[in-house]
């Protein structure tokens, strides 16, 4: 019993948190101070949770949860990304006060539901799980205090994120059928004698259409401008971290089921990381607002992480396991820049940015680094990343794809230097006045420079933690 | 024709009805009871294929009544936010609602 609990920690940790959150958000006055503070440390201890239950290994709840060193590096990602989230989350103006606790509280259920969904191993388990991600994030985009575009934008997350739920779970229903039994373990061992039937292949594309819902990939990709510019800016940072990083955690898990034996699965991948990486970069191109921007620039990012996935090696694995973490820290740095100069909790254009080098240096330098970091220049570990990636899709001889992949590469500097050149060089219209920024946002913007440099240059150490964790799941 | 196939059949239809309504409705209560239809067409499926053919009969049953109880909470939700939406423009229609570009 005391071994099952000490599986369940990080989950645990979080239930913890949300119930605590839960009874905060009660009073009817409260101290905004104070609820910062505890959600930090139990943040905090979650964290730590996590770290703590990196190497457990089992299985609980009649095998439908398995845990593993694969769900437990996500978990801890997970952790990791809700407590930088709440770290920029002192002073959250872009939310109504009254409403910040259940701010916090929704945060913390939608980072439980993507724990357990990294774990579940059963369809229902899993769909459970996803929903249950999905429905905090559909009441917190409309969280934002002032204009009306935000319940628009959770109107529209809403309907588009129902509807791939919908189709998601008529996939599911067609591969309980050709299977008879929702256990993936189960799938994967009869995969063989079901896979060259149409209507089983059918289900398997369908289930993963609810996934590429949430990676923002290319047929389900138009939630993402609207919803990222609509949402509160703490907000939109979560979706476009950790909301990714769990998406791409299952996207393996279910993809290594029919790991080689599908040539249709892996067509369609194909064409949908293509799709994905040209039409991202492409769009991104002509925004105006920093973040339509980055919903367009990650769902390029998608398509590169597909690339890593459709090899369906062990290698592309861990490669996208990598990028996964690259990208949640690089994108985690460029919101995190959005949010503190957007102090009022505004949108921000691009020509907002102007003269920042002068009114924060240092939030322009992690601004700059984040932004090469994300186009793919070395020594950051966008570029790292996006080496392990391509390299593990040419070995599986995807020249093609690669190639592709390197034009679109090239493509994203024009706007990701857009964005610099507005950061550095343009003079802004009137005087602006300098951005105070603090003392714990000058540790966390040292930290995220060290990270994204140290992780490009030294990548070893994670590599093969990703690698021993890929190990596991086939 | 077995009676497998008439299931399924009609669960097809019901998601395709909800699909095609979900498209076409302006109203954004009548998309909701579209998703309704479609979720209820999976849910079909899962008891087609659990009557049938599945060994043991209990797991489609309980997937049926998570896809219920999921299906209330996601009710729930969308008729809040709807009405959220209903108190800023006065309409429940998709039409009214474009501030946003995408």
């Keep these: 019993m005391a071994g099952d609990l000490l599986l369940f920690l990080p989950e645990a940790a979080c239930l913890l948190m949300a119930l605590a959150l839960f009874g905060l958000s009660l009073p009817r006055v409260q101290d905004q101070r104070r609820v910062h503070s505890w959600t930090m440390g139990l943040s905090l201890v979650m964290v730590a949770a996590g770290l703590a239950g990196l190497f457990q290994e089992g299985s609980l709840f009649f095998e439908a949860y398995r845990v593993d060193l694969f769900s437990q590096f996500f978990k801890l990602l997970l952790a990791v990304a809700l407590f930088l989230v709440l770290s920029i989350c002192r002073q959250l103006t872009g939310v109504e006060e009254r409403y910040q606790p259940e701010f916090f509280l929704f945060l913390t259920t939608c980072t439980l539901g993507m724990m357990l969904m990294v774990s579940a191993v059963e369809l229902m388990t899993l769909y459970v799980a996803l929903e249950l991600s999905s429905f905090s994030l559909y009441i917190l985009v409309p969280l934002r205090s002032g204009d009306n575009i935000d319940v628009e934008a959770g109107v529209k997350y809403l309907f588009i994120g129902i509807t791939a739920s919908c189709v998601m779970l008529f996939g599911m229903s067609y591969i309980f059928g050709a299977v008879h039994s929702t256990y993936l373990a189960k799938i994967a061992a009869t995969l063989p004698l079901w896979i060259h039937q149409p209507g089983a292949v059918i289900g398997l594309l369908l289930t993963l259409s609810g996934l590429l819902f949430k990676l923002a990939a290319f047929p389900f990709h138009f939630w993402a401008p609207d919803v990222y510019q609509g949402a509160a800016n703490q907000v939109t940072t979560y979706i476009a971290t950790a909301s990714k990083a769990a998406a791409v955690a299952l996207l393996i898990r279910l993809t290594a089921l029919s790991a080689g034996t599908s040539l249709y699965l892996l067509d369609v991948l194909m064409a949908l990381c293509v799709a994905s990486m040209t039409l991202g970069n492409l769009a991104a191109m002509v925004q105006s607002d920093l973040k339509r921007m980055l919903a367009y620039s990650s769902v390029a990012h998608a398509g590169y992480v597909l690339m890593g996935v459709l090899t369906m090696t062990r290698l592309g694995y861990s490669s996208a396991m990598f990028y996964s973490l690259a990208y949640m820290v690089m994108n985690f740095a460029a919101f995190m820049v959005v949010v503190k100069v957007a102090s009022g909790g505004q949108d921000l254009k691009i020509s907002d940015l102007a003269g920042l080098h002068r009114r924060a240096p240092l939030l322009a330098l992690t601004l700059m680094l984040a932004l090469f970091s994300l186009a793919g220049i070395p020594p950051t570990v966008g570029f790292t990343g996006k080496f392990l990636v391509f390299a593990a899709a040419m070995q599986d001889g995807h020249f093609w794809l690669v190639l592709v992949g390197m034009i679109n590469a090239t493509l994203s500097l024009y706007y990701y230097l857009m964005v610099i050149k507005a950061a550095y060089l343009a003079e802004p219209a009137g005087p602006r006045e300098a951005l105070a920024v603090s003392g714990p946002t000058r540790a966390l913007n040292y930290a995220l420079i060290a990270a994204m440099v140290y992780l490009g240059l030294f990548p070893r150490q994670v590599l093969e933690l990703a690698e021993q964790a890929v190990r596991n799941i086939f | ?102």
């Design chain 2, 1 to 102: 024709m077995n009676s497998l196939h008439t299931y399924l059949f009609i669960a097809l239809v019901l998601f395709c009805i909800g699909l095609f309504g979900l498209l076409k409705r302006r109203s954004l209560i009548g998309m909701l009871i579209s998703v309704e239809l479609m979720l209820n067409g999976a849910g079909l499926n899962f008891m087609a294929f659990n009557r049938f053919l599945a060994p043991d009969p209990a797991v489609g049953q309980v997937a049926v009544l998570f896809i219920m109880g999921i299906a209330a909470a996601e009710a729930a939700i969308a008729l809040s936010l709807i009405l959220a939406l209903f108190r800023k423009i006065r309409s429940v229609n998709v039409e009214q609602a474009r501030q946003l570009k995408g």
